[in-house]
C-alpha cells in the first residue's frame, strides 16, 4: 500500500510541447572531470540523445509536463535535460530526499529502542503495579517481534500486573504532517505516526466464510483495542464484495465490515489503518501477555513514565539500514514520516516534530548537497499528495551527492528497487538492458508519476537520473511506458542494439491478434488459471502478458495476475493499466462471453476492487456501463446491474463521488443499470438510500450535497420504473440523454502508489 500517496487536488498546468525543450551535451566544469570522450563514446552518447527524443515524441510524454535531467557518473556530462529546473510534484521521490538525510543525520548503525520498565525492581514475585512502555520511534515493530518482547519480559519474572501505561513522549501529538489533511482516507498508507507503534500503525481484518451463510471477521492482532461490527454474509460465486472502515471510536478502533464473500475461496484480507497508536500496542501487549499467562488485571493507558522507573527490557530494532530497505523498495509513507520525527528528536530535542524534521533535511540540502533553502517546497518525508515541489535537476543533484559519500553510498544505493527484481520495480522494465543494472525509486500519485535513481549501462557506464512526469490526460499505463523507455534507452547504450532497442519495443504497440476462436480459446487457458488462485502461477502469466501483444488478452491474464494474489498491489496496478472500455478490450470481451457462456472476463475483478472503494476501479466500471449502453448489450449490461448493486452497498459513499466525476455520458449510463441493481437485490431498505440521504442533507462541499440530492430524486424515479415494468428484466440503456444533474466534477484526488 503505495502503496504511497495523496489525496489532494493536482495543479493543472498548460502542457508545453516537446519540441521547446532544450537538449544539452555540455561538460561541468571540475578539476576531476576526465578527458574529452573518445570517438566511439561520442557517437553512443549521440545516439542515447536521439533514443531519448525519439521515446519523447512517440508516447504519452509529449502530451504531459515532463521534467528530464540524466548525467554520467563517470565524466560528469549532462547528457540529456529537458524542464529540468521546473518545480513539479516528485510524488514518493520524495523519499529520496528524507532517506538521505537520515542516513546522514543518523547513520547506517542506528537502532531504534523500546524499553518495558517497572515502578521499582522487579519483585520476587512478579507481581507489578504498573508495566511501563517507553518508545522512540521504532516503525518496525510488528506482531512478531512484540511476541517476542513479552517473552523477555516472561523471562524476566513478569506474573502479574495491574495496568499497562504507554509512554508515546518521544513524539509530539501531532500525528500526521502538512498534506494528508487532503484525503480523508482509513487506507493503510495513511496510517499516523507515534513514538510507539505496531505493524506500521496498520491492521489485517481477515474475512471467511462460514456454515449458514455467515462470514467470520479476524482481527490480526486481536485485542479489545478493537470493536468489530460484522454484517457479512457468504455465499456462491467466485467474487468477493467486501469492504471495510476503519474509525476511531474514543478510546477504542471500530472496524465496520459488510457485504459478500464466496463459499468456495479462502479468507481475504484488508489492510486498514488505526488511530490511537500507542493504545494500539498497549492492547496487543496486554493480549500477548495473557496469551502467555501474565494477569493483566487493570487497563491500557497513555501517560508519562517516572524518573525512578527501573528498564526490564530493551528491545533495539535493526540497524539503520536495513530500515531504509522497507522505505525506498516498498515506499513506506509510515517510515517516512516516522523518520522526519525521529530526525528531529535526535537532533534538535525531544519531542520529535515535522517541522523539527524538515529543518534537520533543509539543513543538510543546504550545508552538503549545495541546494539553498527556498528553491523547493517539502512540507512531509513521504511525497502524499499536493504538498512538494522538486526540480529534476535538484533530485539529480541529490542523487550524485550520495554516489560519492562513501561510506553511506552504498547503504543508500541498495534500499533502492532494482528493475525486474525487487520492490515497486519489480515488475517493470522486463525484457530490457535495464532489468539488474536500473535501481530508482518509483512515485505515483493521480496524475503524477516519476522515476529517479540510478542505472549501467551495458557498456558500462554508469548514470543518474531523475524523470517527473505531471497532469498527464489518462491512464498512468503509457505515461509509466514512456519512462520505463527512457530508462531502457539508457541501460542498453554501448550494447550490440544500442539505445534504438527501447524504440523498437514502442513501435511493436498493442493491437488485435488472431480471430475470436483464437482468442476465446487463449482467454479460456488464462481464466483457468486465474480460478486457482494459486501464487505459483505468477511467474508464467507475468511473462505472457509481457510478451502478449492483443490488448484483450493481455486485459485477461492482468486479471489471472490480480486474481492470483489478490494483496499484492503491483497486481492490482498491472490490471488497472491493462482492462479498458475499448472496443479493442471490453468490446471484444464480450465477444469472448458470449462464444464461452460465461461473464464479460475482468468485469467480476474490477466491481471487486470498486466494492472496496477503489477509485480507480469506480471509474472503470463507470465506463464499462457507457460501453454496454452504447453496444446495447443486454447481457453485460445487466452483469453490471448486479455489480452496482453490490458495489452500491458495500462502497456506498465512493459510488456516489465517481458518479459526481464522471461525464454525463457515463452518468446517465449509470444510473439506470445502478436502480436495476438495487431492485434486484431485493433489499427494500438497501443501506445505499441511507448514505445517499447522508450525503444529501449537508456538509461542507455544498456541490456535493446538491448532487446527492439530484441523484435521490433521479433513482428514485428510476427505481419504480425498474420495478414496475422490467421486473427481473434488464433495462437496455442506450447512450444517454441527461438523466442526473450536470454538477461540475471536483478538483481530481490524488492516490498512492509507490
Keep these: 500500500m503505495d502503496r504511497d500517496f495523496p489525496g489532494a487536488c493536482v495543479q493543472v498546468f498548460r502542457t508545453r510541447p516537446f519540441w521547446a525543450a532544450t537538449v544539452i551535451a555540455l561538460w561541468l566544469p571540475s578539476a576531476t572531470l576526465a578527458a574529452s570522450p573518445s570517438a566511439d563514446k561520442k557517437a553512443e552518447r549521440e545516439a542515447l540523445k536521439n533514443a531519448l527524443v525519439q521515446v519523447m515524441q512517440r508516447t504519452a510524454l509529449k502530451s504531459s509536463r515532463v521534467g528530464v535531467h540524466m548525467q554520467s557518473l563517470d565524466d560528469g556530462t549532462v547528457v540529456f535535460s529537458h524542464n529540468a529546473d521546473e518545480l513539479l510534484n516528485p510524488a514518493s521521490n520524495v523519499k529520496l530526499v528524507t532517506s538521505s538525510a537520515a542516513l546522514v543525520a543518523l547513520g547506517p548503525e542506528f537502532r531504534y529502542e523500546t524499553e518495558f520498565l517497572v515502578e521499582a525492581e522487579m519483585p520476587a514475585d512478579g507481581k507489578v503495579k504498573t508495566l511501563y512502555v517507553r518508545g522512540k520511534g521504532d516503525p518496525t515493530v510488528t506482531t512478531e517481534r512484540l511476541y517476542g518482547m513479552t517473552s523477555e519480559l516472561l523471562h524476566a519474572g513478569l506474573k502479574e500486573v495491574q495496568d499497562i501505561v504507554v509512554d508515546d513522549s518521544w513524539f509530539d501529538a501531532e500525528r500526521t504532517p502538512p498534506g494528508y489533511d487532503q484525503e480523508d482516507s482509513d487506507r493503510a498508507y495513511m496510517a499516523p505516526t507515534g513514538a510507539v507503534s505496531l505493524n506500521w500503525n496498520a491492521v489485517a481484518v481477515y474475512v471467511r ?17 478493537f470493536v ?7 455465499g456462491p460465486g467466485r467474487a ?18 459488510k457485504g459478500q464473500v464466496p463459499d468456495e475461496r479462502g479468507a481475504v484480507s484488508v489492510w486498514k489503518k488505526i488511530d490511537s497508536p500507542p493504545l494500539y500496542f498497549g492492547g496487543s501487549l496486554k493480549q500477548l501477555l495473557v496469551s502467555r499467562g501474565v494477569k493483566v488485571k487493570g487497563k491500557v493507558k497513555l501517560g508519562l513514565t517516572p524518573s525512578r522507573a527501573k528498564v526490564v527490557h530493551v528491545a533495539q530494532s535493526d540497524t539503520f539500514d536495513i530500515v531504509l530497505k522497507r522505505l525506498n523498495k516498498l515506499s513506506s509513507n509510515f517510515v517516512a514520516e516516522t523518520l522526519l520525527k525521529t530526525m528531529g528528536a535526535e537532533l534538535r530535542g525531544q519531542p520529535g516534530s515535522f517541522a523539527k524534521g524538515i529543518d534537520v533535511v533543509e539543513e543538510f540540502l543546504d550545508r552538503d548537497v549545495g541546494i539553498p533553502r527556498g528553491t523547493y517546497v517539502m512540507k512531509n518525508g513521504s511525497g502524499l499528495n499536493d504538498a512538494n515541489r522538486f526540480s529534476t535537476a535538484q533530485v539529480d543533484r541529490l542523487l550524485r551527492h550520495m554516489y560519492e559519500r562513501f561510506p553511506l553510498a552504498p547503504e543508500y544505493l541498495s534500499s533502492l528497487g532494482i528493475a525486474g527484481k525487487d520492490g515497486t520495480l519489480k515488475y517493470r522494465f522486463d525484457g530490457t538492458d535495464a532489468v539488474g543494472r536500473l535501481r530508482a525509486k518509483t512515485g505515483t500519485l493521480e496524475g503524477v508519476s516519476a522515476l529517479s535513481g540510478y542505472v549501467q549501462s551495458a557498456g558500462g557506464e554508469k548514470f543518474s537520473f531523475s524523470i517527473m512526469v505531471n497532469d498527464y490526460a489518462g491512464r498512468a499505463g503509457p505515461v509509466v511506458a514512456g519512462m520505463d523507455a527512457l530508462g531502457a534507452a539508457v541501460a542498453a547504450t554501448g550494447s550490440t542494439l544500442g539505445p534504438d532497442n527501447a524504440l523498437a519495443s514502442l513501435n511493436e504497440g498493442q493491437k488485435p491478434q488472431g480471430g475470436l476462436p483464437d482468442i476465446a480459446n487463449r482467454v479460456k487457458t488464462y481464466l483457468e488459471l486465474g480460478k486457482q488462485r494459486d501464487q505459483r502461477n505468477i511467474g508464467f502469466l507475468r511473462t505472457a502478458w509481457r510478451s502478449e501483444r492483443d490488448p484483450a488478452v493481455r486485459a485477461v491474464l492482468a486479471e489471472s495476475l490480480y486474481q492470483s494474489n489478490p494483496h499484492d498491489y503491483l497486481g492490482t496496478r498491472t490490471l488497472l493499466d491493462s482492462y479498458s472500455a475499448t472496443d479493442d478490450v471490453y468490446g471484444r470481451l464480450r465477444q469472448v462471453a458470449h462464444a464461452l457462456s460465461v461473464g464479460v472476463p475482468g468485469v467480476s475483478s474490477m466491481v471487486e476492487l470498486a466494492s472496496g ?19 446495447r448489450d443486454v447481457e453485460a449490461q445487466d452483469e453490471l446491474a448486479d455489480g452496482l448493486g453490490e458495489v452500491a452497498r458495500t462502497a456506498p459513499e465512493e459510488l456516489v ?20 441493481g438495487l431492485v434486484k437485490t431485493g433489499d427494500t431498505t438497501h443501506p445505499f438510500w441511507k448514505s445517499l440521504r447522508k450525503l444529501g442533507s449537508g456538509g461542507t462541499d455544498a456541490q456535493l450535497v446538491a448532487f446527492a440530492k439530484g441523484l435521490d430524486s433521479t433513482l428514485t424515479t428510476k427505481t419504480a420504473e425498474a420495478r414496475t415494468s422490467q421486473r427481473a428484466q434488464p433495462v437496455q440503456v442506450v447512450a444517454p440523454a441527461s438523466a442526473t444533474p450536470n454538477v461540475v466534477p471536483a478538483s481530481g484526488v490524488l492516490r498512492p502508489g509507490g
Design 209 to 225: 466464510a462460514a456454515p449458514g451463510g455467515k462470514a467470520v471477521v479476524d482481527m490480526e492482532p486481536p485485542s479489545d483495542f
Design 228 to 234: 468489530v461490527e460484522n454484517t457479512v454474509t457468504s
Design 240 to 257: 468477493r464484495r467486501v469492504s471495510v472502515k476503519s474509525d476511531a471510536y474514543g478510546d477504542r478502533q471500530k472496524i465496520v465490515v
Design 613 to 631: 472503494g477503489n477509485t480507480e476501479a469506480l471509474a472503470r466500471v463507470l465506463e464499462l456501463c457507457r460501453a454496454a449502453g452504447t453496444a
Design 657 to 676: 463521488v465517481a458518479l459526481r466525476t464522471a461525464s454525463s455520458v457515463e452518468r446517465d449510463a449509470t444510473v439506470p443499470l445502478l436502480a436495476q
